[in-house]
């Protein structure tokens, strides 16, 4: 299967003669909707229905008595859109031809096991895969705010601006929506492309120690220096930007090097490095490239 990163969504690139026709990524247990828990396994009894996305739904309708043999059946709005007798072991899949591509896979899961018992019979199911039957279609000439498309081939979908992009200073400006911005520093000596990421906060558990310990001491971290990025991009979204700007270092001879954590409303060593006038214009042949990745 291939797969691309394009506006900060993840697809699946349905076309293998081009990369342009993406269908989003419904479940994928493994990676993003696996069941409470972080199980990476599904079960259901017979007659059970299983919700999925845009409409679709699965049911194991009967275990046979040996329990060698599954009948599944998926619905689409209610409808039987395809069923198959399976023996566990085997891939349940189910394929439709879409935009003239043959053969599409729009939902897959691997019959790992069935048990009949007294009450219920019961079907586990893993590596469960769902697409969108709606996919995006990219054309060239497409436009995405200031980029255009510009070439489309079987592993990339490249974007290139047509005219010079401005920045003001010690902003955050947005290139792409949320998929790609851009920070510029206060005096315009840097600027960067990065990605935001929203994380889910962890658990937080009442200590249950002893409330009149002592407390414990942690020590205060020195001006290690550091180096402040200067040109970072990357379309599949793996930026990771500082708020804060970096220490300054010193030489053993007292002298002071340019750096970014020296940005203060005044620049002795560089007076010319403030245009005056707030805005930094660059960016004249900034581009952005998806690429295709391959799933084994």
Not at 249 to 257: A, C, I, L, M
């Amino acid at each position: 299967m291939r797969f691309i990163w394009f506006m900060g969504c993840e697809y699946r690139s349905l076309d293998p003669d081009k990369a342009n026709l993406l269908s989003k990524i419904l479940i994928c247990f493994d990676k993003y909707d696996a069941p409470e828990g972080g199980n990476t396994k599904k079960t259901l009894a017979t007659g059970e229905i299983w919700e999925l996305k845009e409409g679709y739904s699965l049911v194991p309708s009967q275990v046979d008595l040996e329990g060698s043999k599954v009948y599944l059946n998926l619905y689409k709005n209610g409808e039987v859109v395809y069923d198959e007798v399976l023996e566990p072991g085997n891939y349940f899949v189910y394929n439709e031809t879409i935009d003239d591509v043959d053969d599409i896979t729009l939902f897959t899961c691997h019959v790992d096991s069935a048990f009949r018992g007294t009450d219920s019979n019961v079907v586990m199911l893993s590596v469960v895969r769902q697409y969108s039957d709606n996919p995006k279609k990219i054309e060239i000439g497409d436009e995405y705010g200031d980029f255009e498309v510009k070439e489309i081939t079987s592993t990339m979908i490249r974007l290139n601006n047509a005219n010079t992009i401005s920045f003001s200073l010690f902003t955050r400006e947005e290139l792409l929506g949320d998929w790609i911005k851009f920070r510029v520093s206060e005096n315009g000596w840097w600027g960067y492309a990065y990605t935001e990421t929203a994380c889910a906060a962890p658990e937080v558990k009442e200590s249950t120690g002893n409330p009149e310990s002592s407390p414990v001491e942690t020590a205060v971290a020195n001006n290690t220096p550091t180096t402040a990025p200067t040109s970072v991009a990357d379309a599949s979204g793996d930026t990771d930007a500082s708020e804060d700007a970096p220490a300054p270092s010193q030489e053993d001879s007292g002298t002071t090097k340019n750096d970014p954590a020296q940005e203060t409303g005044t620049d002795a060593a560089h007076p010319e490095s403030v245009p005056g006038f707030g805005v930094l214009s660059a960016v004249a042949g900034l581009f952005a490239v998806a690429y295709i990745r391959r799933l084994k």
